[in-house]
Nanobody, 122 residues
Framework: QVQLVESGGGEVQAGGSLTLSCISSERDWTSLTAGWFRQAPGKEREFVADISWNGGTTYLTDSVKGRFTISRDNAKKTLYLQMNDLKPEDTAVYYC???????????????WGPGTQVTVSS
């Protein structure tokens, strides 16, 4: 069974930074698109960013453009999300996932991690 394990969450003040990491046990991870979603209390899970198998193409939701950067290290089977200038509205559980191609539809992603909490205080 494929496992994805996120780390790097925590509590920061507005304007601060965090870097999330996600390690995958997927054998074919280097051929998959990898992404991040987040879910705030009482809200639906929403797309944050994803990155193509070779890192050549990235997509970010409008609310994080210019502040978040997604990257991957295929040799380490690790996905990253660098988050700068964090805002209270970024507070959520962040999930790592993977899919066969770019999509913002959570139902099309497979093998979700358990999530890591990010809390941004004002």
């Amino acid at each position: 069974q494929v496992q994805l394990v996120e780390s790097g969450g925590g509590e920061v003040q507005a304007g601060g930074s965090l870097t999330l990491s996600c390690i995958s046990s997927e054998r074919d991870w280097t051929s998959l698109t990898a992404g991040w979603f987040r879910q705030a209390p009482g809200k639906e899970r929403e797309f944050v960013a994803d990155i193509s198998w070779n890192g050549g193409t990235t997509y970010l939701t409008d609310s994080v453009k210019g502040r978040f950067t997604i990257s991957r290290d295929n040799a380490k089977k690790t996905l990253y999300l660098q988050m700068n200038d964090l805002k209270p509205e970024d507070t959520a559980v962040y999930y790592c996932t993977q899919s066969s191609a770019h999509t913002t539809d959570a139902d099309m992603f497979i093998s979700w991690g358990p999530g890591t909490q990010v809390t941004v205080s004002s």
